[in-house]
């Protein structure tokens, strides 16, 4: 069974570029969310796909974008790059639907600087 | 509402000790309680996790302790070790994982 796996694992891009980072979730689940991690701060909810369609997000603006592929692999796209983006970016992954347990298991995460 | 509320900050225990961190919510519907361990660099990993129909759950060294009513849950690392040095995030779902703000914890040998 192969866990969470996330790329780039770094990353630096400058204000106002947008930024591409991928996801591809355990076997057997259905389920990606992301999650926003500032320094020292707890994960912050993005959101959540299942099944290819967008079912949960958090207060984060319209620039953070998403997309599930039938794969159940995920993209996360952030454009208009801001400063305060800088953070660690985590993929996780679960079982949806009627088997959704609240498991989440995270990948690595994406490290993005913005300068 | 939606907040989860977590302490300390930070912790510093000797090997050998009982460390102890607890969290309190106050959304009731909230109906998962995992608590998560992250190590500098890494994602966070799933540790030990209780639903609000249990009062107390034991993994190994690893214990939650849930009081639904008062809305709170602890988790207690007994006989701690310096490999247990990272910190730790108490979290709480409902269709998606609040976290709280995270504890340090330092075993010192």
């Known amino acids: 069974e192969t866990g969470v796996t996330q790329s780039p694992t770094h990353l630096i891009k400058t204000r106002g570029q947008q930024v591409t980072l991928r996801c591809s979730s355990q076997?057997?689940?259905?389920?990606v969310s992301w999650y926003q991690q500032a320094l020292g701060q707890g994960p912050q909810f993005i959101f959540q796909?299942?099944?290819?369609?967008?079912?949960g997000r958090g207060n984060f603006p319209p620039r953070f974008s998403g997309l599930q592929f039938p794969n159940y692999s995920s993209e996360l796209n952030v454009n208009a790059l801001e400063l305060d983006d800088s953070a660690l970016y985590l993929c996780?992954?679960?079982?949806?639907?009627?088997?959704?347990?609240?498991?989440?298991?995270f990948g690595e995460g994406s490290r993005l600087t913005v300068l | 509402q939606q907040q989860v509320k977590q302490s300390p900050q930070s912790l510093i225990v000797q090997k050998g000790g009982i460390s102890i961190i607890n969290c309190a919510y106050e959304?009731?519907?909230?109906?998962?309680f995992p608590w998560y361990q992250q190590f500098p660099g890494k994602g966070p990993a799933l540790l030990i996790a209780?639903?609000?129909?249990?009062s107390e759950k034991k993994e190994g060294r690893f214990t939650i302790s849930f009081n639904k009513s008062a809305k709170q849950f602890s988790l207690h690392i007994m006989d701690s070790q310096p490999g247990d040095s990272a910190t730790y995030f108490c979290?709480?779902?409902?269709?998606?994982?609040?976290f709280g703000q995270g504890t340090t914890l330092q075993v010192k040998p």
């Open positions: 209780i639903r609000p129909d249990v």
């Open positions: 996780a992954s679960s079982r949806g639907g009627a088997t959704n347990t609240g498991e989440l298991f």
């Open positions: 796909y299942y099944r290819e369609e967008e079912n």
């Open positions: 979290a709480a779902h409902t269709g998606k994982l609040i």
């Open positions: 076997s057997g689940h259905n389920t």
């Open positions: 959304n009731t519907a909230f109906d998962y």
